[in-house]
């Protein structure tokens, strides 16, 4: 099938392939990575930040694109995972492990979301994004993760699906890590 580009913005395209829309990234964006960071201490981080899409504050994994600014357009999925770990929190990872890739949203875009667990995190710095962003990090405790979480919907808040997921990735690494003990 043939596409059509629909709209040209400066970071997304809106195309058509037959008769579905979709949106895709700029040509400069090599992929997006999200991070499932956990420290040593058995917590784990979200960062949290008003979305105009969603019209309000959003509790998400560090996450960002990856070769979107001129000095990174070379760059890995995994230094683009530990950059914006850095960048969004302020806390850079020991070990930055791959564990699964695919679509973000199929109806609605062509994206492909990368995921890294980050463990053994510490602070090395001030975290809260770049000059666009006003990110707010939350370090939780694993453990309380989940009732965390439900309050901070119950205080109006949404919670990006793909914590869920990270969650589960913590979830089945030290179910896997204590069997082998």
Excluded at 108 to 135: H, R
């Amino acid at each position: 099938m043939e596409k059509e580009t629909l709209y040209q913005g400066r970071f997304i395209s809106l195309v058509r392939e037959g008769s579905w829309e979709y949106a895709e990234r700029s040509k400069e964006v090599t992929g997006i990575v999200a991070i499932v960071a956990h420290t040593e201490n058995d917590e784990v981080i979200f960062v949290e930040q008003y979305r105009p899409p969603c019209h309000g504050r959003v509790i998400e994994f560090p996450a960002g694109l990856v070769g979107d600014k001129k000095e990174c357009h070379s760059e890995t999925l995994e230094a683009a995972a530990q950059r914006e770990l850095e960048e969004e929190t302020g806390y850079r990872a020991e070990t930055m492990q791959f564990v699964a890739a695919g679509p973000a949203s199929a109806g609605i875009t062509s994206e492909v979301i990368s995921f890294y667990l980050a463990e053994n995190v510490k602070k090395v710095g001030p975290g809260g994004g770049d000059a666009s962003e006003d990110i707010k990090v939350h370090v939780v405790p694993l453990s309380q993760a989940v009732s965390w979480l439900g309050q901070k919907v119950a205080e109006g808040l949404q919670v990006d699906v793909k914590v869920l997921a990270g969650l589960y990735i913590l979830t089945e690494q030290f179910q896997a890590s204590r069997k082998s003990v």
